[in-house]
């Protein structure tokens, strides 16, 4: 009872007018920065974090958690409609996105990811309130083999979401993570990788580059080459029997997808350094995995957008949680309000929830009313963006490529990654004719920096013995799945290879 | 597409050698008391990627891949004139940047891309082409505050006037 008066409190100060006024302008603003490629939540925060010492620090908090919110509500907008991923986050979500915009279907699309984030949110938003100080000690018991074990459990995802072919994939996650390596070793600080002794390498491969490479100029090109130019986007039509419609059909088909991603989302955004970017893969993976027909995964299924897009939402809110109860940030965002947290003179960790009461409930209350404005604005804007597929492609398709330049270069700064991202793109071109799965190579350039500091911590504890990952009790079971996922389509394929030779033979 | 196949897989067991050559710069083994070198991680994984390119060479000579079946062309006459017309626009896109500014080039790559990749009229090309580096420049520079490259010094008294409307 006590928590529902405190949360109760909490609500009733985010609804205060300035706090209010606040949540509208942080979750509008939110959305269109995650909307823009090569632009997400840690550029708004970052960006509008001076602007909030005009206003008290609780108001603060509440204005830059609200276009945290909006930002994670607006990945999925790329995603969709112009078929790249603006963040790691929403990479899961082109999967089937981008396909339903392209069978006209982007309005379903849109509500589904606006529907699922709200839940996720919730869900997210209850387990939060209810839950936080048992969950931040489960997160602190995972330690370096617990997280490479659950890194593991991602990348065995990848080899299930790449298809048929098997050995492309693994090349395509092995690529990403090498990728990923270049610059300097995170554990000695020496220069490794530095390709060709090309100076630009030094500062590593943001995973933008690869992203915006593949999905903004190779995917894009493959498009024209493969359509001759006559792309179907334009049938894209909305009305408000259109979108009650397209709500009916995302709920009968995106719940499962929502229920699994709002859930894992959470627990795996609650983890330190893991974030939302696992959380909304395995969920896509898990939704897949137990849908009635897999198969229409990756060809347009809503519950391909749910799963990812309540993940991202739901582990948003999870990362928040070690931020408030321990101090330790999940999230580049969420260490961008610890540091506006610290210079408001709040202390993160245990004490915070006694000694900073009134705020903490205020944020968490804003947490709520951020969602509400957060779908609310979301779903207002679903014209807009639909006006924009039904622009002839000869328009759309520049406009891709200038925002994938423009934005590819506010998000690094340096034209060498300009130059990394055009020959990735081309790369990307060629390596789709011969069904290479890139999205594994994306994610993995994302996950491979948790990955290896992870993994050789982990064998330094051990003196190298790798049994590590088996014999402690949270680390063991999650590997063990792992191996398991990995090593099921081997021989599925195995047993169907047999199973051919021997008709043959009969 | 067959030949393309066998030659995209030898080109990455290329890459996959270097990258495991350059690795060794730094450890590839256990170090004591240290653990992993510090190549070890991409040096293993390009190991692994190496293998991963001698099973596709062997679906390649089984059959078994489609691309490995199929004697298309791996692009037709449309495909190499869009590779030409699309990608090298983009190329000459991002080499503009450093002499026109990022804004600059956004313009000419918009324009060539409507007018004459698009046949749109000159007045949707034109509006597009003025309105979309303005839109770009007041958003980026102003609102994010993120500065693009500038060009060469001759576009300075543009940019002299549009800071003047920013600051």
């Known amino acids: ?506 | 597409m067959r030949t393309g196949e066998i030659v995209t897989a030898g080109v990455l067991a290329l890459l996959s050698i270097y990258l495991m050559w350059k690795a060794t710069e730094l450890p590839v083994g256990y170090i004591s008391r240290e653990g992993p070198g510090g190549g070890a991680w991409p040096f293993w994984l390009s190991a692994i990627m190496l293998i991963c390119c001698a099973m596709i060479g062997l679906n390649w000579w089984r059959g078994t891949s489609p691309p490995s079946r199929s004697e298309e062309p791996v692009l037709d006459s449309y495909g190499w004139r869009m590779l030409l017309f699309v990608g090298g626009a983009i190329i000459v896109f991002v080499g503009l940047v450093n002499v026109i500014s990022m804004y600059g080039a956004v313009a000419v790559f918009l324009l060539y891309y409507t007018r004459f990749l698009g046949r749109h009229g000159w007045p949707l090309s034109l509006t597009l082409t003025i309105v979309t580096p303005i839109a770009f420049f007041f958003f980026f520079e102003g609102a994010m505050q993120i500065t693009m490259p500038k060009g060469l010094p001759f576009t300075d008294p543009i940019f002299n006037v549009l800071y003047e409307i920013i600051y």
Not at chain 1, 29 to 44: E, K, Q, R, W
Request: hydrophobic share 55%.
């Open chain 1, 1 to 506: 009872m006590e928590i529902l008066s405190l949360l109760g409190q909490g609500v009733l100060l985010s609804l205060q007018p300035l706090n209010l006024l606040l949540i509208l302008i942080g979750v509008t603003l939110g959305l269109f920065i995650g909307a823009m490629p090569g632009l997400g939540s840690v550029n708004g925060v970052a960006i509008l974090l001076p602007i909030t010492f005009l206003v008290p620090p609780g108001s603060a908090i509440i204005f830059l958690a609200a276009i945290y919110y909006g930002a994670m509500y607006g990945g999925a907008i790329s995603s969709i409609t112009l078929g790249i991923p603006g963040a790691s986050t929403a990479v899961a979500t082109t999967f089937d996105g981008r396909p339903l915009a392209l069978q006209g279907k982007a309005s379903l699309a849109l509500v589904t990811a606006a529907l699922a984030s709200f839940v996720g949110g919730t869900v997210a938003n209850v387990l939060f309130t209810l839950f936080a100080p048992v969950l931040a000690a489960v997160a602190l018991s995972f330690g370096p083999p617990e997280i490479f074990a659950l890194m593991l459990l991602a990348f065995a995802t990848f080899v299930g979401l790449g298809g048929d072919d098997i050995p492309k994939t693994i090349l395509s996650i092995c690529l990403g993570l090498v990728l990923g390596s270049v610059g300097f070793d995170q554990i000695s600080g020496a220069p490794r990788l530095v390709l060709f002794d090309i100076s630009g390498f030094l500062h590593g491969i943001n995973f933008l580059v690869l992203a915006i490479g593949v999905y903004g100029i190779g995917e894009m090109l493959w498009t024209i080459e493969q359509t001759r130019g006559e792309v179907t986007t334009t049938t894209a039509r909305i009305s408000v029997r259109g979108m009650l419609s397209d709500t009916r059909e995302s709920v009968k088909r995106g719940w499962r997808g929502t229920a699994i991603g709002s859930f894992l989302g959470f627990f795996v955004g609650v983890l330190p350094a893991a974030g939302a970017t696992p959380g909304s893969l395995m969920s896509y993976g898990v939704a897949k995995m137990v849908a009635r027909r897999p198969e229409e995964f990756g060809k347009g299924h809503p519950g391909g957008v749910a799963a990812p897009e309540a993940a991202n939402n739901s582990a948003s809110t999870g990362a928040m949680l070690p931020m408030l109860t321990l101090g330790i940030p999940g999230s580049p965002t969420t260490a961008i309000l610890l540091g506006g947290m610290v210079i408001w003179g709040l202390v993160p960790g245990p004490r915070l929830f006694v000694d900073e009461s009134e705020f903490v409930w205020g944020l968490i209350g804003s947490f709520y009313v951020s969602n509400v404005v957060a779908v609310a604005v979301n779903l207002a804007f679903i014209p807009l963006f639909i006006w924009m597929l039904r622009m002839p492609f000869t328009i759309l398709a520049p406009m891709i490529f200038v925002l994938s330049i423009v934005g590819g270069y506010a998000a690094t700064r340096d034209m060498h990654d300009m130059w990394l991202i055009v020959i990735f793109g081309f790369a990307a071109f060629f390596l789709r004719k011969f069904d290479y799965p890139l999205a594994p190579a994306v994610l993995a350039i994302v996950l491979g920096p948790i990955a290896e500091p992870t993994l050789r911590q982990s064998l330094l504890l051990s003196s190298g013995d790798p049994s590590i990952f088996f014999t402690r009790p949270i680390a063991g079971p999650i590997t063990i799945a792992a191996l398991v996922l990995i090593f099921l389509p081997a021989i599925k394929l195995l047993r169907r290879g047999r199973g051919k030779t021997m008709a043959d033979e009969g």
